[in-house]
């Protein structure tokens, strides 16, 4: 298994943990609906991601199997 496999799973992880912690951080500060749109931003990332890899995951399903 070779690190590019597993590279989109440390992208999305590193982008949640990021995430979190800009939540916590302001929560703490008292900022809540800045916590909130860092979790809404997050997450909208996350799934530009997934969207993107759902695409790939598709095209190369196509190509394998000839669905030209």
Not at 20 to 49: R, S
């Amino acid at each position: 298994m070779d690190f590019n496999d597993l590279k989109p799973i440390f992208q999305i992880a590193g982008v949640g943990f990021i995430a979190a912690i800009i939540h916590t951080v302001c929560k703490q500060a008292g900022k809540e609906d800045y916590a909130h749109w860092a979790t809404l931003l997050g997450f909208i990332v996350v799934m530009y991601m997934v969207a993107n890899y759902l695409g790939d995951l598709f095209s190369e399903v196509k190509r394998v199997f000839l669905f030209n």
